[in-house]
T-cell receptor, first 116, second 117 residues
Framework: AQTVTQSQPEMSVQEAETVTLSCTYD???????LFWYKQPPSRQMILVIR??????QNATENRFSVNFQKAAKSFSLKISDSQLGDAAMYFC?????????????FGKGTRLSVIA | DTEVTQTPKHLVMGMTNKKSLKCEQH?????MYWYKQKAKKPPELMFV???????INESVPSRFSPECPNSSLLNLHLHALQPEDSALYLC????????????????FGPGTRLTVL
């Protein structure tokens, strides 16, 4: 079974600074997806960024980028120019790339605080 | 319309009550999901519907009864719940994934905060 580990229960960052959230995972599969989801206090889960395992290039979405190290099974999220609205719970998630709508496997989450 | 709506936003019920949670999407998605999320924990999958048929049931107690009456609606019927069932219940939807195909993002609703007294 796949597992996802987020070793940082809480992180904080000054506004406009850069922060990196860590995620490692364990799988025997070679083809899968990795995600970072954001859940602000409003509760809605929002997809921040997605990485397909067969792509070597790291995904980027505006101020959000990932460092995907397939051999090390590491998938960290970098948030640049942090904003107050980035404060939220961040979940790293894994999903196998097959049919049948297999579920997302979530890490335990990292709570990010942004200090003005 | 890229929205998943859930009603009610909050629900308080006694252990003998029967209530239902409702989820709706109009994105043409044919896969819908129920998750349970306790405070400061990640979501836990409960059920998956694919083309209105139950495809995954993660050994959820029978006091939770899902229903997918059509491709846009997903219900979760609640009966004889326990206080430990108090949680945030999230609904999500996506296109049905095909092996080797592109990932179809799961869109989440805002959730129903359930309190069982």
């Amino acid at each position: 079974a796949q597992t996802v580990t987020q070793s940082q229960p809480e992180m904080s960052v000054q506004e406009a600074e850069t922060v990196t959230l860590s995620c490692t995972y364990d799988t025997s599969e070679s083809d899968y997806y990795l995600f970072w989801y954001k859940q602000p206090p409003s509760r809605q889960m929002i997809l921040v960024i997605r990485q397909e395992a067969y792509k070597q290039q790291n995904a980027t979405e505006n101020r959000f980028s990932v460092n995907f190290q397939k051999a090390a099974k590491s998938f960290s999220l970098k948030i640049s120019d942090s904003q107050l609205g980035d404060a939220a719970m961040y979940f790293c998630a894994y999903r196998t790339r097959n049919s049948g709508n297999t579920p997302l496997v979530f890490g335990k989450g990292t709570r990010l605080s942004v200090i003005a | 319309d890229t929205e998943v709506t859930q009603t009610p936003k909050h629900l308080v019920m006694g252990m003998t009550n029967k209530k239902s949670l409702k989820c709706e999407q109009h994105m043409g998605h044919r896969a819908m999901y129920w998750y349970k999320q306790k405070a400061k924990k990640p979501p836990e999958l409960m059920f998956v519907y694919s083309y209105e048929k139950l495809s995954i049931n993660e050994s959820v107690p029978s006091r939770f009864s899902p229903e997918c009456p059509n491709s846009s609606l997903l219900n979760l019927h609640l009966h004889a719940l326990q206080p430990e069932d108090s949680a945030l219940y999230l609904c999500a939807s996506s296109q049905v994934s095909i092996r080797g195909g592109r990932y179809n993002e799961q869109f989440f609703g805002p959730g129903t905060r359930l309190t069982v007294l």
